[in-house]
């Protein structure tokens, strides 16, 4: 945990800037911060609970909620989001108050910083009105040590979003540079080379890296030939994808596992890639979209062959990106 001076020098007097790292990808931090199932299980210092009447994050969007000390006092606030950049910073005017008391205004800025080994710097930025504002709040509302508390509640709340038999993740750190990683993971000629587990080839029919665009492949292993697609959500070149992953046939329609009939239909497949001392670590995580329980199950029970898959995968990647760094 740390408390260090605004970056912006100008604001330093009239700021509070308070930062922690979290043992958890960025993607799974902005979804604590931005959905209200998640959020009222940690908002605010510790003994303090929260009620939202609205969430709506978007640009212009309102958040209304209310906060409740240990002594049952009641903390109205009233904030309309400023910007909202998913998963990188979050800002938002805030205009709260003890019930009863006068207006506390500030402006709040949430940054999320992908780190190594799947992990994220949270740090949160407040800018009052005046430095007497910011010293006002110090004292009598205990902010600093109130921001501290609320960044170590969310550390204590993110293990508990992904339950055991929830979605599937693994990680690799590979000895090279993220834009090195980054480009054999998107670009036809280098994932020709390694995708796919190992003894495996790769066909590639199309590759369009955008919102909405397709990698669509074939897949041949063990003597015979499966297809697949994606379905690109959202790309940030070079920190991570966003996917929709599912078999397919030749044509490039949607089809089911051909070995399992229970095989969920389509899967949310985020890859992040975060730097490392000069190495890359990868996070891929995978989560089937709409599953039905025999879907769930299926899912649940081919963890196994996931990671079998998935560390095949990552070797052949290891040993390709080792033919571009030598």
């Known amino acids: 945990m740390a408390t260090r001076n605004d970056p912006d020098e100008s604001l330093a007097d009239r700021s509070i800037v308070v930062s922690r790292v979290v043992n958890a990808p960025r993607e799974l931090v902005w979804q604590a ?4 199932a998640h959020i ?24 209304r909620h209310i906060m409740r000390g240990p002594d049952g006092t009641e903390y109205p606030n009233s904030c309309i989001f400023t910007e909202v950049l998913k998963p990188e910073r979050l800002s938002f005017s805030n205009e709260g108050r003890k019930k009863g008391g006068p207006h506390v205004e500030f402006e709040a800025t949430w940054t ?14 407040m800018v009052f009105p005046t ?51 980054f480009k054999a993971w998107t ?4 994932l020709a080379r390694w995708f796919g587990p190992k003894g495996s080839t790769i066909r590639v ?9 397709v990698f ?3 897949m041949g292993f063990q003597g015979r030939e499966m297809w697949g697609r994606w379905v690109f959500r959202e790309i940030a070149p070079p920190e991570w994808i966003v996917l929709v992953n599912s078999f397919s046939d030749e044509k490039g329609e949607l089809t089911r596992h051909p070995m399992v009939a229970d095989w969920p239909l389509e899967m949310l497949t985020t890859s992040t890639f975060s730097e490392n001392g000069g190495k890359t670590a990868v996070t891929v995580r995978w989560s089937p979209l709409n599953p039905t329980e025999a879907e769930r199950k299926a899912f649940d029970g081919g963890r196994d062959s996931m990671t079998m898959g998935w560390t095949g995968t990552f070797e052949q990647l290891s ?8």
């Not at 911060?33 to 209200?36: D, L, N, R, S, V």
């Not at 009222?40 to 969430?55: C, L, S």
């Not at 979003?161 to 834009?179: H, K, L, S």
Request: hydrophobic residues 40%; negative net charge; glycine residues 10%.
């Open 33 to 36: 911060m931005t959905e209200p």
């Open 319 to 326: 040993d390709y990106l080792s033919t571009l760094t030598r």
């Open 131 to 181: 430095a007497g504002d910011r010293d006002k709040i110090v004292r009598e509302y205990g902010a600093i040590e109130g921001a501290k508390q609320t960044l170590e509640r969310l550390s204590e709340h993110l293990p508990k979003m992904v339950p055991a038999d929830g979605d599937f993740v693994i990680t690799r750190v590979f000895d090279a540079p993220r834009d090195l990683v």
């Open 187 to 190: 670009e036809a000629d280098h």
């Open 205 to 213: 029919a199309k590759l369009e890296l955008r919102p909405g665009g």
């Open 40 to 63: 009222v299980h940690w908002w605010g210092p510790r003994g303090f609970t929260t009620t939202i009447g609205e969430m709506d994050v978007r640009l212009g969007g309102a958040w």
């Open 112 to 125: 999320f910083e992908s780190l190594a080994a799947g992990s994220t710097r949270v740090t949160i930025r």
């Open 216 to 218: 669509h492949f074939s």
